[in-house]
């Protein structure tokens, strides 16, 4: 299968104070076209700060990390902006949508920031929306849907400039148990029938449970990497 | 897209909004109404002061007004006041010829300047026949008449009717001597103009002083200052033809406009820090709600949006808020100077200050497209430049960093 992520000997240390702390110790990691993932590991063990670092939100201290075969530790500030508008999807655990803007207008944001035309961008996101089965909600600000709806909105936005891999940061960390499983259930549908690549940094057994690979992060190194069939992933 | 969502976010706070878009609405209407009261204030002040003698433009003899010498004169000024009528915003022209002689009554003697002016053209240009308390203003056909500022009638005790003699120096050398007798007395509300001049008919003047049928200086009116002002470079090569010498409001009457300047100043300062002030309040406002936006920037530099997209947002939001409240001052600001306008603003106390320059005690403010944009506009740039702040702050954020922030 292709790489769509390849890190080869991540290391990051954050400075506090005078101290030194690694968060990364050397990651080895290659995520593949088509891959449910998930992404688990106690608090600190650094799943959110490599989930930033494949997202290109945050650089590496050492180490190389490609997406596309696109090397990231090569590219500025702005170079990064355009990568990750145009190959990342990103789903965030407390939604994040503008919240001046109308549920198809929060999913055509991403398609306007890529000066995709008028007409195309609104029928890619109305069809987004009903992938998420929120068509009948799309005038709706973020402020008139439920915690739910907004998620599902914010996989439709992460989803509509065709990326190639979503990045979801504790996605039903949010979330009660019906809606979590039904957010579960629409990413596992989009990653089945439209082979969406998704990379989860998870907690939630729900999520984890669901996914088709298990990467298991502890003291800033992969402790464990296990793919398993989807009877398994039940 | 930036300018839709940058109006939409502006309108996320709206009691916040509303107070920001109020300092900036009121400050505007202030700088509307204070500079158009100012601007009608200086434009009474000038045309009231000019109105009285000097008219809003003369032409002289080269070097007269530094040297008042009655022998720097102009002959034949018929066809040249004939030219000057006939330029566009000229209305009239009158022809003068002065003087300095020692006036008597009895044991009583002063000095004055003595003028000798047209009646009848004088009346087009000078109002100071309007400030005449007793007795009348010289009249075409009048011989030995004169009229009489109030100051020098009270010191020369004379009153309408009376006679005083005049002794001066003619335009050759001679004695230029006369009786004259007192057709009104003036009161300009000016103690020195009061006190030291005379008024009397031109063609008796140019007999005593020995003019020869010359004058010393053309003074020209025309229906507003501006319109005077603006034929300036007519009036100019008019005078040049003649070998003369124009001369506008501000060489008339130089402490005038250099009270108006001085004026001026003081009030920019006024004026620059009520923008400063509210551009500090406008300034302050937004930096706030980026620090309170900053994890949703960090969103949106997630998603894809570069970080000067975002700082050209929020600076497109701050435009916003100082364009829309600039625009309600504009309007707010034009319609109570426009009501002003209409129904004067009166000063009362100020009767004998404003009496100085001529002018009423009530003010009519000016609304001009300067009075009611320079302010408004002044706190829109303001605000703009000042929004490279925030500008600058939004484009140094980092994704990781700015989504962290509470």
Known sequence: MTAIVDCKGITKHYRQGSIDVPALRGVDLAIEQGDF???????????????????????????????????????????????????IGFVFQAYNLIPVLSAVENVEFTLQLMDVPAAERRERAKEMLQQVGLESM????????????????????????????????????????????????????????????????????????????????????????????????G | MLVGLAWRNIWRQPHRTALSLGSIAIAGTITVFLLALQQGAYGTMKESVLKLMDGFAQLQPPGYADDPDIRKSIPDYGPLIADLVALPGVTAATPRAASYAILSNGPQSYGAAIIGIDPASEAKVSNLGSTVTAGRYLQPGDENAVVVGAGLARNLKLKPGDSLTMLGSAQDGSIAANILKVAGIFSTGSPDLDRQVVEMPLARFQQDFAMSGSVNLIAVSGERLSDINAAIPSLARIARKHDLVARDWTQLQPALHDAILLDGSFSALLYVS??????????????????????????????????????????????????????????????????????????PGAEALFSQWNMPSTLYPQLSLLSATAGPLAILVSVAIAGLIPYARVRRLEPVTAMRSA
């Open chain 1, 37 to 87: 993932a998930s992404l688990a590991g106690p608090s600190g063990s650094g799943k959110t700060t490599l989930l930033n670092i494949v997202g290109g939100l945050d650089r590496p201290t050492d180490g190389t990390i490609s997406i596309d075969g696109q090397d990231l530790t090569a590219l500025d500030n702005e170079d990064l902006a355009d990568l990750r508008l145009r190959k």
């Open chain 2, 274 to 347: 009520l923008v400063i002030i509210v551009v500090f309040i406008i300034l302050n406002t937004l930096l706030m709600s980026v620090l309170e936006r900053t994890r949703e920037f960090g969103m949106l530099m997630a998603i894809g949006m570069k970080p000067r997209q975002i700082g050209r947002m929020v600076w497109l939001e701050l435009l916003f808020l100082a364009g829309t409240g600039a625009v309600i001052g504009i309007a707010a600001g034009s319609a109570i100077t426009a009501w002003a306008t209409r129904q004067g603003i009166p000063f």
């Open chain 1, 138 to 233: 799309e005038n709706r600000r973020p402020s008139r849907l439920s915690g739910g709806q907004q998620q599902r909105v914010a996989v439709a936005r992460a989803l509509a400039s065709r990326p190639s891999i979503v990045l979801a940061d504790e996605p039903t960390a949010n979330l009660d148990t019906q809606t979590a499983e039904d957010l579960i259930a629409l990413m596992s549908r989009l990653n089945e029938r439209y082979g969406v690549t998704f990379l989860m940094a998870t907690h939630d057994d729900r999520v984890i449970s669901r996914t088709r690979r298990h990467i298991v992060i502890a003291d800033g190194r992969v402790a464990s990497d296990e793919r398993r069939t989807l009877e398994m992933a």
